[in-house]
């Protein structure tokens, strides 16, 4: 038998997956006192992941018979990925203890979702692809509903879990069709045999179909419906989480899948995607600005970022995929930050998610309310944040490949989009507070989230060039 | 070749045949004397009490779901065990570190209590 | 039967799934009507592979299966603790978050 494994290339995965399970056994034979080292456990296992993520870069290598790279690009995304599930461990710490959660169990579904995340950036099969993306829903359902006692998480985790379920057959059927048009799910023998055969009407209703499962994921017009309510239901934390490190990862397959296997039938999509982005944009926008709970506005919010991203999509080409990968470094850093500033001022398990809760927060907690401040500026795109340059490095390679239309009404919608950003701002600065809130005091892993934040986005948009060049490194085929 | 199913469509119209045929001999032949204990739903058994539309314990469900879980696992031993001589040693080392993950997931339920019945 | 036959079949199944998550309001229906469209994407599965002469599709039905079981614990999971905290599990019942 000779197969060609290459255990090194999915080297970041294994140590995740080995630290997930040193957690579930760490969640049943420590007794419960001891169970905050659980989650030092997973903060190790994660840097340990990022560790080798970075170690690999450069060397290109592929394993398991080209179904799996680590290539420029699912390095990169793998150390997104592995950023926002290190950040939302630590959000986490504190939060899972007020709100009587199961330590060891959240921290064990966080690092399985993380497994499926790396796998789906990393994979270069159809059939791998499916399989990391039920690695990393199934945890979420879970971690959705992980509230019992609250009812409202547990319809978050009804609906994420039939919406997933009801997404994942769309994809799968998908997978079925291309594989039926093609012969193959690997990525490079399907753009090979498309490129060498006429136009196979299988193979497009199977690119269709994947189209609408990515589509579901990454929440886009008109499969966006779900998004709201599970974002506003589930525990503040999993929302943080799911918001970034899922989009990144759905985000990464979709764009792997459409760059590097259907590139022959650009001609179909481009437009069809162009027309979904506009309609994303603006709908995200335009419902956020309606919304009273901050929770709510978020949700909406990461729908018209997803709008973006796929403005760059449409760009395609290297400067696409980069300018994508620098956006989602940018969107996880910010968002993150702002959920964290949102854990930051709740006082116990009750939470400021109601916009007049924000009033008068700048004269309690100053420091709190200066870095949710500069973190809700760079999601609308001010400079000198990184959500500018961010927008600025979409909209660019959107001009350069003759989308110059889409980049208009991007700019356009961010200026929408600064005015609900802006409105928490303005609570916290010019209206008196309410009351009936305690004087808090910020955990310090939630401080330190949001300082890593803060910097983050100010050296992203100060100094951008260095990661725009790693995250232009590409696909190996 | 359609021709090759014959020997199956003929033992199908032989065994409806018969199961007809059993079903309408007795049923023209047989002596005729109900009584309530010959109507009961097991004639030689319990008799039935409580509805038959009331709720089962949840524990019927969790025992169901892990057993779900552990039994299609059994998929990935068959194509294993056929190919069992080519993979060698490799293979056995794979298949040791599956049923190590399992056995984690096993652990974990036994200790978190999942096979108690009270 | 040539491979036509099982793609339509599967596309009819599929179909009914789809339609079955769209209208029906009962979480436990929804959640059948899913797994008649992952059995729809077998068929499909095999059908190509049969077609193809690949065995390639028929390992995949294996792995669609057990992904399926692991869903099926899942969602059950979740329906039964809706179910312990309201006694209902109507999807319309189940809608405190409107948006």
């Known amino acids: 038998m000779n197969l060609d494994l290459n255990l090194q290339v999915i080297a970041p995965a294994l140590i995740v997956a080995l630290s997930l399970l040193l957690v579930l056994l760490g969640e049943v034979f420590l007794p419960a006192s001891q169970r905050r080292w659980l989650g030092y456990l997973a903060l190790i296992g994660l840097l340990g992941a990022a560790v080798v993520a970075a170690m690999l870069w450069g060397a290109n290598l592929s394993g398991f018979g080209k179904m799996v790279v680590a290539d420029a690009f699912g390095l990169f995304l793998t150390l997104i990925i592995l950023l926002g599930a290190a950040l939302s ?7 899972v203890r007020a709100h009587q959660l199961d330590t060891g169990e959240f921290f064990a579904l966080v690092l399985s979702a993380v497994v499926g995340m790396i796998g789906m950036v990393t994979a270069t099969d159809l059939i791998v692809i499916f399989l990391a993306l039920e690695l990393l829903s199934l945890p979420l359902y879970v971690l959705a509903a992980f509230k019992r006692a609250d009812k409202r998480s547990l319809e978050a985790g009804l609906k994420y879990f039939l919406l997933g379920a009801f997404a994942s057959a769309f994809f799968l059927y ?18 090979a045999v ?38 506003e239901g589930a525990p503040t934390v999993v929302t943080a989480f799911m918001s970034v490190a899922v989009k990144a990862a759905a985000f990464g397959a979709f764009f792997r899948v459409f760059l590097v296997a259907l590139p022959e039938l650009a001609a179909d999509w481009r437009a069809l995607l162009a027309v979904i982005a506009v309609l994303t944009m603006t709908l995200g926008n335009v419902a956020a600005l309606l919304q009273s709970n901050v929770k709510r506005m978020l949700a909406y919010s990461s729908i018209a970022h997803a709008g973006y991203i796929l403005i760059a999509l449409v760009a395609m080409g290297v400067n696409g995929a980069g300018s994508a990968l620098f956006y989602l470094l940018a969107y996880t850093l910010t968002n993150l930050g702002a959920f ?24 309690a907690q100053p420091l709190v309310a200066a870095a949710l401040t500069i973190l809700l500026l760079s999601l609308a795109g001010f400079p000198p944040f990184a959500g500018f340059t961010g927008k600025f490095f979409i909209f660019g390679a959107a001009v350069e490949s003759g989308w110059a239309w889409l980049a208009v009404i991007g700019v356009l919608n961010s200026l929408i989009s600064a005015y609900f950003y802006l409105r928490p701002v303005v609570q916290m600065y010019m209206v008196e507070p309410a009351g009936g809130w305690n004087r808090l005091r910020v955990a310090p892993f939630v401080a330190f989230v949001l300082a890593i934040a803060v910097i983050g986005v100010l050296a992203l948009g100060i100094v951008p060039a260095p990661v725009i060049a790693l995250a232009s490194g590409g696909f190996l085929k | 070749m359609p021709e090759d199913y014959l020997p199956i469509l003929a033992m199908v119209v032989v065994v ?16 005729r004397k109900p009584n309530p204990a010959k109507l009961s739903p097991y004639e030689s058994g319990m ?3 409580g509805s038959a539309r009331r709720r089962i314990s949840i524990r019927y469900y969790l025992t169901a779901v892990l057993f779900i879980l552990f039994d299609i696992e059994i998929v990935f031993f068959y194509p294993w065990a056929v190919l069992f001589r080519q993979l060698g040693l490799f293979g056995l080392i794979e298949m040791a570190i599956f049923v190590a993950i399992l056995l984690v ?9 999942g096979f108690d019945w009270d | 039967m040539t491979v036509h036959h099982f793609i339509i079949l599967s596309a009819i199944l599929f179909s009914i799934g789809a339609v079955g998550v769209l209208l029906r309001r009962n979480p436990l229906i929804m959640f059948m009507s899913i797994e008649l469209m992952l059995n729809a994407v077998n068929l499909a599965f095999v059908g190509f592979s049969r077609f193809l002469q690949l065995v390639d599709g028929q390992v995949f039905v294996f792995l669609i299966l057990t992904v399926a079981a692991a869903e099926v614990a899942v969602g059950l999971a979740i329906i039964v603790a809706i179910f312990r905290a309201r006694d209902s599990v109507d999807v319309d019942e189940v809608s405190d978050l409107k948006g």
């Open chain 1, 194 to 231: 498309l490129g060498a055969s006429p136009r196979s009407d299988v193979a497009l209703v199977g690119m269709g179909l994947l189209g609408v499962g990515f589509a579901f994921k990454v929440a886009l017009v008109p499969f966006h419906w779900w998004t709201p309510d599970v974002y």
């Open chain 2, 105 to 113: 997931g096993y652990v974990y339920v036994w200790r978190k209590g």
């Open chain 1, 89 to 95: 461990v630590l959000l986490a710490f504190d939060f």
């Open chain 1, 340 to 363: 964290g500033a949102v854990i930051a001022l709740s006082d116990g398990t009750r939470e400021r998610l109601e916009l007049n809760d924000f009033a008068g927060v700048a004269k």
């Open chain 2, 16 to 31: 409806i045949g018969f199961a007809a045929a059993a079903l309408v001999v007795s049923a023209i032949t047989g002596p």
């Open chain 2, 47 to 49: 008799p039935p009490f």
């Open chain 1, 174 to 191: 998908g997978i079925a069709f291309v594989f039926g048009g093609t012969g193959t799910t690997n990525l490079g023998r399907i753009a």
